[in-house]
């Protein structure tokens, strides 16, 4: 099994919580067993580490060149401003997936942008929790 790493930064703890008409009802954990069971049917062994902090955001990017075949990363609010996280994945050697569950592009003007995509694989948004979903079968096509 190719393992992946799925990689949530700032608030995304409060998934269930925080704006639920935006990000859903469902927690992160409810939302990671669903990607953990989907990961298995395609072969996928799933680890999922979770960060308010930009730095253990990084630190995992780095760590994860060894022994991950890719990440799907959803780096919340980095995504808008984080060249220090746009840099850890230009820096290291397999692919990454951004994803968000709300459309950024249909949101806030500074959500429009994000620093970390030209340097991702892809980006999935848009798709509540089936953004993940979806990246895992990017993965498919991209390993």
């Given at each position: 099994?190719?393992?992946?790493l799925i990689?949530?930064?700032?608030?995304?703890?409060?998934?269930?919580?925080?704006?639920?008409?935006?990000?859903?009802?469902?927690?992160?954990?409810?939302?990671?067993?669903?990607?953990?069971?989907?990961?298995?049917?395609?072969?996928?062994?799933?680890?999922?580490f979770q960060?308010?902090?930009?730095?253990?955001?990084?630190?995992?990017?780095?760590?994860?060149?060894?022994?991950?075949?890719?990440?799907?990363?959803?780096?919340?609010?980095?995504?808008?401003?984080?060249?220090?996280?746009?840099?850890?994945?230009?820096?290291?050697?397999?692919?990454?997936?951004?994803?968000?569950?709300?459309?950024?592009?249909?949101?806030?003007?500074?959500?429009?942008?994000?620093?970390?995509?030209?340097?991702?694989?892809?980006?999935?948004?848009?798709?509540?929790?089936?953004?993940?979903?979806?990246?895992?079968?990017?993965?498919?096509?991209?390993?």
């Amino acid at each position: 099994m190719k393992k992946l790493l799925i990689l949530n930064g700032p608030n995304l703890n409060l998934m269930g919580e925080r704006e639920p008409g935006v990000y859903g009802n469902e927690s992160l954990d409810d939302i990671n067993r669903q990607i953990e069971q989907k990961g298995k049917e395609l072969g996928f062994e799933c680890h999922f580490f979770q960060s308010n902090w930009e730095g253990a955001v990084i630190d995992q990017i780095h760590e994860a060149r060894n022994e991950y075949a890719g990440i799907i990363l959803n780096a919340g609010a980095l995504t808008h401003y984080s060249y220090a996280v746009r840099d850890a994945i230009a820096a290291i050697h397999i692919p990454v997936v951004e994803v968000h569950c709300s459309n950024v592009h249909a949101r806030e003007e500074f959500r429009h942008t994000s620093v970390i995509s030209p340097v991702c694989a892809g980006s999935i948004v848009g798709f509540g929790k089936n953004s993940y979903l979806l990246a895992l079968n990017a993965f498919e096509m991209l390993l």
